[in-house]
């Protein structure tokens, strides 16, 4: 994602601008001087609400480069992955609270929110193999350019390279149409106008959909998420008083469960993407560093048509605008042999498209495994944290 030196300042005004809301570097040392005199549990809980700020506080910080890469996103599984196996040590600290109203009601609410995340990671792997199939026309488009004879593109490898960029616009046009997230004139933009009726035809020849998603057609993911955060609010010391840390324990590993998956579907090919809005709350040491991912998250999908766009990754992004680079440069040479210039145009653009395929090539795999070992987590946390409750409530 291209960044420049006026975006970067802007950032780092930006972000001490709302350092404030989340506790500056003396509050933190007078916490820690007044941790002494709290008990363990106490001193463990706390220590959570630390750990989840230094997750999340690094991914805050990255540049506009690194910010929604395949390798960001990796690290923001990480991130929770690391918050829930922390989590999960909390709850087994402390099973004989746990049936303890209203903490039963908390955790009960936050496994419903787990199922939730669960169908999110299965439609969430469909936009991964999605990727995948868009990936392999790119790599027929980047191979156009091996020339076996005097380094000269012919003809024949820039009807070859035509036809994958046809074919990858409709598939795209279709995934899309089916997600309910892009209209159809971003993905005609990968070819000229005139190009449209061509499409129309081969999808009429029988072109249909490799995959289907894993959904059902009335499922959404931007619906699940708003059911995720409902009734997602931090729990008052006046309700709780015995409890307090732990039902704030409870409520935090719910709200980042809710807000990493909000990334996630906010930069993957997910069906029915659509984004919407929610408050960070400002009371927690975290606040700071979620609420810095939040806005910078809505700021790219200001930058990009979040209507058209098929997800904010930043790779998708860079796909976008080689295709549309090389479809222009594709379709402005009409005339063969070719001018070195644009011989070295076209070659230029290819290189970049290149460079694509690599990071898709390098990064899905790891991210598709990420998020099958999330989902496994997910599963294994609810499922002890229920036999747990079980235990405690006979």
């Known amino acids: 994602m ?4 006026s975006s970067g300042k802007s950032f780092k005004a930006f972000r001490r601008s709302v350092l404030g809301f989340g506790g500056d570097q003396n509050q933190v040392h007078s916490e820690d001087v007044n941790n002494e005199s709290k008990s363990p549990q106490d001193r463990e809980l706390d220590e959570f609400q630390n750990h989840v700020f230094n997750q999340f506080n690094s991914l805050s910080n990255s540049s506009a480069d690194e910010f929604l890469s395949i390798d960001w996103m990796s690290k923001l599984l990480d991130a929770f992955v690391y918050c829930l196996e922390d989590f999960k040590h909390i709850l087994l600290n402390n099973t004989e609270n746990l049936s303890k109203p209203p903490l039963d009601r908390l955790l009960m609410e936050f496994y419903d929110r787990s199922i939730k995340a669960l169908d999110i990671c299965n439609a969430v792997r469909d936009g991964i193999e999605r990727v995948r199939l868009w990936n392999k026309h790119l790599e027929i488009v980047s191979t156009a350019s091996n020339s076996k004879q005097r380094n000269v593109l012919s003809e024949w490898q ?3 390279a035509r036809k994958a960029l046809n074919d990858l616009a409709i598939l795209m046009l279709d995934d899309h149409k089916d997600s309910g997230s892009v209209s159809s004139h971003r993905n005609r933009s990968f ?3 005139n190009k449209g009726k061509d499409l129309n035809h081969q999808r009429k020849q029988g072109h249909t959909r490799s995959l289907s998603w894993s959904v059902s057609n009335s499922w959404s993911a931007s619906k699940q ?5 409902n009734n997602l609010v931090p729990p008052r010391a006046n309700d709780i008083s015995v409890h307090f840390g732990l039902a704030n324990c409870v409520f935090t590993m719910g709200f980042v469960l809710m807000f990493v998956f909000w990334n996630v579907v906010a930069a993957i090919p997910c069906q ?8 960070i709350p400002r009371q927690f040491l975290w606040s700071t560093p979620l609420f810095l991912i939040h806005t910078r998250v809505l700021e790219e999908s200001k930058k990009r048509d979040r209507k058209s766009s098929p997800g904010l990754l930043s790779e998708i992004y860079q796909m976008e605008k080689s295709i549309n680079l090389v479809s222009d440069l594709i379709d402005s040479s009409h005339q ?3 001018t070195e210039e644009q011989q070295k145009e076209v070659k230029e653009g290819i290189q970049e498209l290149s460079l694509v395929c690599n990071s898709f090539k390098n990064g899905l795999d790891t991210l598709d495994r990420q998020l099958r070992d999330v989902f496994r987590k997910i599963m294994g946390c609810r499922t002890e944290g229920l036999a747990t409750l079980t235990r405690a409530q006979s």
Do not use: I, K, W, Y
Not at 272 to 278: E, M, S, V
């Open 272 to 279: 029915d993407r659509g984004l919407f809005n929610f408050s």
């Open 225 to 229: 998420l708003q059911s995720m955060s």
């Open 2 to 5: 291209p960044s420049t030196s």
């Open 336 to 338: 063969f042999p070719l």
């Open 158 to 160: 820039f009807r070859r």
């Open 191 to 193: 070819g000229r106008p």
